[in-house]
């Protein structure tokens, strides 16, 4: 989850890896960034830390997962009432690169340019990694002060 309110100055990202056993929660404000380990309820505090409101609304994050995807073009379709296209993933341009050597599933991406969502699974012999990426909502929003943040 990420989300950015650009009127107040504040974002927070949530990144959830089962895999891994991850849930985290970052929190951006004027005063710095605090990083919430949902897991173990470890709280990095960094105050006075700059952060780029640009960075954290950019998709710089997702892009990693598609790098190596072959993709082909399969269908248009609708998100949020404009046209998207669909691409399949069939496979990986260079298997050696990486330690996949399979990739299926699919990328849409809306004609403005954003990713709107993509499910890609990856494997070889000893692993299957499943990514899952969604567009939830458009629109204004708030950030709300987490409540695991301590007082200032």
Do not use: C
């Not at 849930?23 to 990095?44: F, P, Q, W």
Request: glycine fraction near 8%; proline fraction near 4%; avoid cysteine.
């Amino acid at each position: 989850m990420r989300t950015l309110d650009a009127d107040a100055g504040t974002a927070e990202i949530r990144f959830v890896d089962t895999r891994f056993d991850t849930d985290s929660h970052t929190y951006y404000n004027a005063n710095g960034v605090y990083k919430y380990d949902r897991i173990t309820g470890e709280l990095d505090q960094r105050p006075g830390e700059d952060w780029e409101r640009d960075r954290v609304a950019s998709h710089e994050g997702l892009r990693r997962p598609l790098l190596s995807l072959e993709v082909n073009a399969t269908e248009t379709v609708s998100v949020e009432g404009t046209t998207a296209v669909r691409y399949t993933v069939t496979g990986l341009r260079d298997p050696d690169s990486v330690p996949s050597n399979t990739a299926t599933g699919h990328i849409i991406v809306a004609e403005e340019g954003y990713i709107a969502e993509f499910n890609i699974t990856r494997g070889n012999d000893e692993f299957t990694r499943q990514t899952i990426y969604d567009v939830s909502g458009f629109g204004n929003t708030t950030v709300t002060r987490p409540a695991w943040m301590p007082e200032e």
